[in-house]
Structures are given as C-alpha cells and as structure tokens.
T-cell receptor, first 113, second 115 residues
Framework: AQSVTQPDIHITVSEGASLELRCNYS??????LFWYVQSPGQGLQLLLK??????LVQGIKGFEAEFKRSQSSFNLRKPSVHWSDAAEYFC???????????FGTGTRLKVLA | EAGVAQSPRYKIIEKRQSVAFWCNPI?????LYWYQQILGQGPKLLIQ????????DSQLPKDRFSAERLKGVDSTLKIQPAKLEDSAVYLC?????????????FGNGTRLTVT
C-alpha cells in the first residue's frame, strides 16, 4: 500500500534563508507525487507535481522539488524563504490506476523576520 | 474560473446533533472528494464520487456519515449523530479527469467543532 512520511512536524527558518522540506513515500511502482500548501483557514493549493521525466520539477512561488527514486524521496526546496511562505506543507502520493491520493501529516513552516 | 465552493465555513454543534456540509465543485469536474482533516494531521479521504456514483467510500463511517451527489454536480456530507472526535475540517475537492495525474482543487473547508 502507498504511504507518505513527512519527518518534520515543525520547521523554523529565517526570512531569506534556504528551505528544504522532506518527504518519503512508499509505493511499488513509479508514483505520482505532489506538494500542496495550506495557509491558515484555507484549502490546499497545489505547488508542484511529478509524474515522469525530469526529476527536478519547478512549481509556483519559487518552489522546486527533486524526485530521487533510490531514496524514495521527493523533497521540497526554496532558495530564499519569504515571510508569506509561512504555512503548512503537505506531500501526497497518487497511485497510477487509482483515483486515490495519500497525504502526509504535514510540515508547519514558521518564518522569522 | 471559480474555485470549489463550500459552506458553511464554520459550524459548532453539540454531540449527538446532526450537521450537513455542502460543496459545489469547479464546473465540469466529474470527480469529487470529501476529506476529513483533523488538527495536526493530513487530509484523510472519506468518499469519492465519479459523476453521481460512489467510487470509494471504504473509509466513511457509514453508521453516522452519509454523502450524496445528486445530478453529478453539488454534493452534501452529513453526520448524524455527531461525536466529539468528528471535530475537524471537512474539505471538498474536485478534479477534471479521472486519473490520479489530474491535480485536485480544494475548497476552503468547513471547520466543525463538536462540544
């Protein structure tokens, strides 16, 4: 069965610093991978997705993520964090041939001014 | 395009009462989902519709939860009777295609507090 692990519950970074949020997945075949962001009181917004091809994918708001099959990881990165990036970030995996997404438990990002 | 609409935004009820949530997906989106998001956790799928048919309700507590999607557009999720552990945000999402590579679009959710 597919599963997603986000090892970091909370992360605090200073504005302007770089960011990496970790995501590990478990799935037997090539997964579809997603990162979503949730601001307080809002629904989830898609940041980026990986289906196949280039393992480094670019998303909105300056985010990127790299798919590493050997490590079963899909970590999210941003070179310089802005205060408006403070939110909760969810990694999700989708299995081909199904309709299902499985979400991780999320990482809450705090940005210090 | 208009996004996924949900109402109400907030609801406070006492345990054993009933409650209903409404969702209007993006126009043309055939697939609709209801997720439950408990504080500090990721969204958990409750039920998935394809048009007006149920595709997956394996994680829906059917003794108290019910959902319908009449005419394959709007959907309602009902809880009767509510328990304290039902306190959560209920998210509705929709997608255009049927494949998992078609991204989900989420509404802002309904925050339910059961006292």
């Amino acid at each position: 069965a597919q599963s997603v692990t986000q090892p970091d519950i909370h992360i605090t970074v200073s504005e302007g610093a770089s960011l990496e949020l970790r995501c590990n997945y478990s799935y037997g075949a090539t997964p579809y991978l997603f990162w979503y962001v949730q601001s307080p009181g809002q629904g989830l917004q898609l940041l980026l997705k990986y289906f196949s091809g280039d393992t480094l994918v670019q998303g909105i708001k300056g985010f990127e993520a790299e798919f590493k099959r050997s490590q079963s990881s899909f970590n999210l990165r941003k070179p310089s964090v802005h205060w408006s990036d403070a939110a909760e970030y969810f990694c999700a995996v989708g299995a081909s041939g199904t309709y299902k997404y499985i979400f991780g438990t999320g990482t809450r990002l705090k940005v210090l001014a | 395009e208009a996004g996924v609409a949900q109402s109400p935004r907030y609801k406070i009820i006492e345990k054993r009462q009933s409650v209903a949530f409404w969702c209007n997906p993006i126009s043309g989106h055939a697939t609709l989902y209801w997720y439950q998001q408990i504080l500090g956790q990721g969204p958990k799928l409750l039920i998935q519709f394809q048009n007006n048919g149920v595709v997956d309700d394996s994680q829906l507590p059917k003794d108290r939860f019910s959902a319908e999607r009449l005419k394959g557009v709007d959907s309602t999720l009902k809880i009767q009777p509510a328990k304290l552990e039902d306190s959560a945000v209920y998210l509705c999402a929709s997608r255009y295609g049927t494949g998992v590579n078609s991204p989900l679009h989420f509404g802002n959710g309904t925050r339910l507090t059961v006292t």
